[in-house]
């Protein structure tokens, strides 16, 4: 495997503390606890052997990566390494000093999810009361710091009406990029899927807000716009193929290829406490699973767009088709599609408000709505 290409990007999960409680939350639903945490030296050793390998970005991740303290240990240390170093977050913990030190260590980006662009609802999805409205100012802060400034507005059945709002919400923060990004379901938001899935119409309504969105903004900020894979026709591209562009370490240090791959029974995954990330990224057996064509479904490795998606989500055809082997069932060529774009209507009109947030303990919220 010495001819094996290094991935793109690190996606370090620092920690599954987080002060929200989203619902559509994609960490797993069994998330590691604090005392498992991996140290600030064991985050330092990874970030070596990430630049050692030719990884070009990271990305601080979580759960909240702001809970950890030594955040600017961390992305100070990837600077001097040379890499990219972008913080995903969702701001409720930054103050203008903090941002403003996460600035001078390194950082270059900053990824700010937002839930809505109205109070009440956005903290509803959030279960944090407060969450919303301190983003103003987190975004102000961000823009004064100098970090460049991606918005992720994140998509369900209860704002897809808002989301021209979204969009001029992020324009109005002077972001550069807005990633209007649908649920997709994983981990929690698999859990709550009948209260978020919008309905096939609102979706071609947010697509055609979308394209009116993009052509007004061209040359002013980037519109990405990522659908429930449930209403296409094909499958996403998911990760740019298993284990072809993305390595994932957990808060407790083990090494996935994406963030659900944990689900996936049968596959043993290695921690960065066995060998090098090099190491595992050639040729650890969970990772050369479903790597490449040869890793496909026969009905992918026959397709014409087999590296154009790459054959799916293999964690979606477990969690559809009830195994990663099979075609992922948003795919036409599956004969779970229709049934599963049936699934995502019914599921679309149901009523379902009854939120199981995000814990370290599953628990159920208050069926009338209100965030903690
Ligand atoms: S999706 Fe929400 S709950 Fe999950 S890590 Fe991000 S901010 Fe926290
Ligand atoms: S058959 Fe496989 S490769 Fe072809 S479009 Fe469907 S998921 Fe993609």
Redesign the pocket.
């Known amino acids: 495997m010495s001819d094996m290409k290094p991935p793109l990007a690190l996606l370090a999960e620092l920690t599954?503390r987080?002060?929200?409680?989203?619902a559509?939350?994609?960490?797993p639903l069994a998330l590691d606890p604090s005392s498992a945490e991996l140290d600030t030296a064991t985050w330092c050793r990874i970030i070596d052997e990430a630049a050692e390998m030719g990884i070009l970005q990271i990305h601080f991740?979580?759960?909240?990566p702001t809970i950890r303290k030594d955040l600017e240990i961390l992305s100070a240390h990837a600077a001097e390494r040379g890499l990219y170093a972008n913080l995903?977050?969702?701001g409720?913990l930054l103050d203008e000093a903090r941002i403003e030190s996460l600035a001078r260590s390194g950082l270059a980006h900053a990824q700010l999810?937002i839930q809505d662009c109205e109070e009440e609802a956005g903290d509803w999805i959030?279960?944090l009361a407060g969450a919303h409205a301190r983003k103003w100012k987190v975004a102000e802060w961000l823009g004064k710091a100098g970090m460049a400034l991606t918005v992720n507005a994140?998509i369900t059945r209860h704002n897809a009406e808002r989301v021209g709002a979204m969009i001029d919400l992020a324009e109005s923060w002077g972001a550069t990029r807005v990633e209007v990004a649908n649920v997709q379901y994983y981990g929690?938001g698999l859990l709550n899927r009948a209260v978020l899935m919008p309905t096939r119409e609102q979706l071609m309504a947010m697509t055609k807000v979308v394209e009116a969105a993009r052509e007004r903004l061209r040359g002013v900020m980037v519109i990405d716009y990522v659908i429930p894979d449930y209403y296409a026709d094909r499958p996403k591209s998911c990760m740019g193929g298993w284990a072809r562009r993305f390595l994932n370490v957990t808060p407790s240090g083990r090494v996935l290829p994406c963030h659900a791959a944990e689900t996936i029974p049968g596959l043993v995954f290695e921690t960065v406490h066995d060998r090098p990330l090099k190491a595992i990224w050639a040729d650890n057996p969970a990772f050369e699973r479903y790597r490449g064509i040869a890793g496909m479904p026969e009905t992918c490795q026959a397709c014409d767009r087999r590296e154009i998606d790459w054959g799916g989500c293999r964690c979606q055809a477990l969690a559809l088709a009830g195994s990663a082997e099979a075609v992922d069932p948003t795919c036409e060529k599956s004969p779970l599609h229709e049934e599963v774009q049936a699934l995502a209507a019914r599921e679309a009109v149901s009523g379902h408000r009854d939120i199981v947030y995000?814990s370290f303990s599953l628990e159920k919220s208050d069926p009338s709505g209100k965030a903690r």
């Not at 991740?61 to 909240?64: A, I, K, L, R, V």
């Open positions: 599954h987080c002060p929200m409680r989203c559509y939350c994609s960490n991740s979580g759960g909240e995903i977050t969702s409720v999810s959030g279960g994140v929690w995000r």
